[in-house]
């Protein structure tokens, strides 16, 4: 029983090396921008509880663009990662041009709406019924943050067009380096714009938004570079920008597989900031102990969040490639590792996590309020870990239609309407209320047990360009 338990869930040493050759650059490049965004996080903290929650906001619609340009490189992305795996290099450079083109669409109408309705959007997440805080003058600092911040979305959306491919190939490493560089500089220039250091000027939010957008512009510049000069590793780029042509038989498959996974990507980032926006009616206490812990929290998800990520790498090239009986193994091998991988992050979590809201120059309940979201998202983190891996299983396969249902509709028709029942219905503290809304991935788990085990994306989605 044992050897056939190790059989099936238990990896080769060669297989292990060979995914967290993948999965250890995005984990250590992920792992240093989240720490820098802790930090500048916690410099943000030291101004005040307004500042601190203003930033927060308009973070919130700023994540929904992010996850939004994710969904629209990704859906391409599927197609790219498997004609790589089928050698087809004239394939993966018709998705390249899909993703330029799908993200200069979305980053000119996050700009619109980002000028014209920057009070209205960051409104919808103040609320005076709490006991600390001035709403007013979050809504001012959230404003001037979220001006400077709309400059950053340029870089930000054609560094995820050559990330996106980069990945594509199995080069994590380029990438890595790139980020590295863009949150040190994020991190230096934070100190030195937001107090004033070194006789630069004080600038407080506006500070820590431009050190953003200038780190921004390095990633971008650094993987651009890199890709144009190395055409051997990069065999795609040669000649992408010659023409904008995309055959018709592939931008119907990329249309058809792509747009329900950027829908979704933009439903469920924008059904993460209505569940925000559900706790938020509580009082700016919550909405900074929110954002205290998620800073937290995303520090420690890292770890599930890019070994699901290489999930679709490894996945999608053994798809492409026709290895069906090969992709399964793999899957299985992998997922049972990330849960596994999480249990411990979870344990370490739950043991420490507690004491960095101690760092923040806030109000004792705020910190309180945020140690016990922490715990709650550290006892959730294997069950999320799991879902997270059935996500990019069958998105690997294709299957975006029913990735759709399993993520967008499952958020919007389940957990939404008990996040807004109970915050808005309710008398209950914020604490319980929490605790059942993350609660819901219990249910999401099950479904995508049944999902991965049924193998409907066991599939090779890609013919000869």
């Known amino acids: 029983m044992l050897k056939n338990f190790r059989k ?12 967290l050759g993948i999965a250890v650059p995005m984990i250590i490049q992920n792992a240093i921008t989240n720490f820098v965004s802790f930090l500048d996080n916690i410099m943000v903290g030291q101004i005040g509880t307004e500042q601190m929650s203003g930033v927060a906001i308009a973070n919130q619609l700023i994540f929904v663009f992010n996850l939004c340009i994710f969904g629209g490189v990704s859906g391409a992305g599927i197609f790219g990662t498997q004609f790589f795996g ?17 993200c200069a669409l979305l980053t000119v109408i996050a700009l619109l709406l980002g000028n014209f309705l920057d009070t209205e959007l960051i409104s919808l997440y103040l609320n005076d019924t709490g006991s600390v805080g ?19 979305l340029i870089p930000f959306a054609i560094s995820q067009v050559y990330i996106n491919t980069i990945r594509e190939t199995g080069h994590t490493l380029i990438p890595m380096i790139a980020s590295m560089i863009a949150v040190f500089t994020n991190l230096i220039l934070d100190y030195c714009l937001i107090f004033g250091a070194f006789g630069l000027p004080q600038m407080g939010v506006r500070g820590a938004a431009l050190a953003t957008i200038i780190a921004r512009f390095i990633e971008c510049i650094i993987v651009v570079v890199w890709t144009h000069l190395n055409p051997g590793k990069n065999k795609y780029i040669v000649g992408a920008y010659r023409s904008f042509y995309i055959p018709g038989n592939i931008l119907k498959d990329v249309l058809k597989k792509g747009t329900p996974l950027m829908i979704n990507e933009m439903l469920w980032s924008m059904g993460m900031t209505v569940i925000v926006q559900c706790y938020a009616i509580r009082g700016l206490e919550v909405v900074a102990a929110q954002n205290i812990s998620s800073t937290i929290t995303n520090l420690f998800n890292i770890v599930y969040i890019q070994l699901g990520a290489s999930i679709a790498i490894v996945v999608g090239q053994l798809l492409g ?14 997922i049972f590792f990330v849960v596994t991988a999480c249990i411990g992050m979870s344990v370490l979590m739950s043991a420490f996590g507690g004491l960095f809201p ?4 806030t109000e004792e309940a705020i910190k309180e309020l945020a140690t016990k979201f922490i715990f709650i998202s550290a006892l959730m983190m294997p069950v999320c870990a799991f879902c997270h891996s059935t996500y990019f299983t069958l998105r690997s396969g294709g299957k975006t239609g029913v990735t759709f249902i399993f993520d967008s509709v499952y958020t919007w028709l ?3 309407p008990v996040a807004y029942c109970l915050s808005h219905f309710t008398n209950w503290s914020i604490v319980p209320v929490f605790f059942c809304v993350q609660s819901m991935e219990f249910v999401k788990a099950i479904i995508g047990f049944f999902m991965v085990k049924s193998n409907v994306w066991l599939n090779t989605i890609v013919k000869d360009s």
């Open 86 to 102: 089928k050698g087809d290099y004239e394939g993966q450079k018709y998705t390249f041009r899909f993703k330029v083109y799908i």
């Open 414 to 416: 389940i957990v939404i």
């Open 358 to 361: 101690q760092i923040y120059n």
């Open 134 to 152: 001035d709403i007013s003058l979050a809504l001012d600092y959230g404003k001037h943050y979220l001006a400077i911040m709309l400059i950053g």
């Open 8 to 19: 099936k869930f238990i990896g080769t040493k060669d297989f292990y090396i060979y995914v």
């Open 321 to 334: 490639a026709g290895k069906l009986k090969e992709a399964r193994d793999a899957d299985t091998k992998m």
